[in-house]
């Protein structure tokens, strides 16, 4: 059965150690590398593309589909984010450079929506940009494995852990001062501001 990749519909796969160049007179069939792979990854993410990453492969292109392309502003929409949040992601490095009609605006596909809610989901977690950033590039490197993952996953909940910690401290000690006051009295006399104000706090 075939499975299609952005515009490309893969019929089959074969395990080679040798590589043919696009453009030979064999029927379509193409070779690629593993290093060549990484950046053909870098726009179709691998849960779409169920090659045997060996010492070397090749596939066969049963066709090609009609690619949908979307400008920023689609891009954006379909995305639930604002057009300035796509420039900054680009701008950050978390987006590859887009290619461009011949009118010089960009064009992108229905992938990099599907990287920027990978993004979306990935700050929900409360990963950084840098962090995300390390795991799109995990995620495009053949070599990655699911414990190279798990191992930031695992420094994340430790971080997020020490994070709760200091925020109940900080709930312990807003609590001890809003209970020193009765809420009544002028400004001055506020035992919260003073408490702030104080070099013993």
Request: net charge positive; proline share 4%.
């Amino acid at each position: 059965m075939a499975s299609q990749i952005g515009g490309l519909a893969i019929t089959s796969v074969v395990s080679t150690r040798g590589e043919r160049r696009p453009g030979a007179s064999n029927g379509g069939l193409v070779g690629i590398s593993r290093a060549r792979l990484q950046g053909f990854l870098l726009y179709f993410p691998k849960k779409y593309l169920t090659l045997h990453l060996g010492a070397g492969f090749i596939f066969i292109l049963g066709g090609m589909c009609k690619m949908e392309y979307l400008t920023i502003g689609q891009l954006a929409k379909k995305a639930l984010v604002k057009v300035p949040t796509v420039r900054y992601y680009e701008r950050r490095g978390l987006m590859p450079e887009p290619p461009r009609r011949e009118s010089g605006y960009r064009q992108y596909s229905r992938d990099d929506v599907l990287r920027i809610q990978f993004i979306k989901h990935s700050q929900g977690l409360g990963f950084t940009l840098k962090e995300i950033k390390d795991l799109l590039t995990l995620r495009v490197n053949p070599d990655t494995t699911c414990a190279d993952v798990k191992r930031r996953a695992e420094v994340k909940i430790v971080d997020i852990e020490e994070k709760i910690q200091a925020l109940q401290r900080m709930k312990q000690a807003l609590m001890k001062l809003s209970s020193t006051c009765k809420g009544r009295g002028p400004i001055g006399e506020c035992p919260i501001l003073d408490a702030l104000n104080s070099k013993n706090f």
